[in-house]
């Protein structure tokens, strides 16, 4: 029992301890997508050219056309970040507000019960965003059989 207890202790331990990521964390994690974006890039031209018998000049051309759409897309992304942040502090107000009301509505037993659903099922859904994830991970992970 007291190895049950110990071995159970330390999974718990040893999960918590994975779950911790500090901004170096991110900014590492990070790096290393962009540098696997570039090399997926890379790999992709590298299968263009051969497929499609390509010489050097439309290469330079394709990687260049790949280039300014990035940039584009990068351009379209920051264009649109204030109004997204916008609509995201809505959200929050609006969540307020409706939490403010059915504080109201509920006794404060039900009130913290619904609380406790809520939080509940929003760590189910992110569990299941994890898990898609991994799956997809997984998948493209794997090469592909031609």
């Known amino acids: 029992m007291k190895k049950l207890v110990l071995a159970l202790a330390l999974i718990v331990m040893g999960s918590f301890a994975m779950a911790q990521q500090t901004p170096q964390d991110k900014q590492a ?4 997508m962009q540098k696997k974006m570039q090399q997926r890039e890379q ?4 299968q263009m050219q051969k497929d499609l018998n390509l010489n050097a000049t439309q290469v330079d051309k ?3 056309l790949h280039e300014k759409r990035k940039a584009e897309m990068k351009a379209d992304f920051n264009k649109n970040k204030e109004a997204r942040e916008a609509k995201m ?3 929050k107000q609006k969540r307020a507000q409706m939490d403010a009301e059915m504080k109201q509505i509920l006794t404060p037993e039900q009130y913290d019960k619904w609380q406790a659903d809520k ?3 929003m760590e189910q859904r992110h569990a299941m965003m994890k898990d898609r994830k991994m ?4 998948h493209t992970a794997t ?4």
């Open 89 to 91: 502090e809505q959200m």
């Open 62 to 64: 394709i990687k260049a």
């Open 143 to 146: 090469p592909d059989a031609k």
């Open 43 to 46: 790999e992709h031209l590298a």
């Open 29 to 32: 994690k990070r790096a290393e």
């Open 119 to 121: 939080k509940a099922k």
């Open 135 to 138: 799956k997809k991970a997984m």
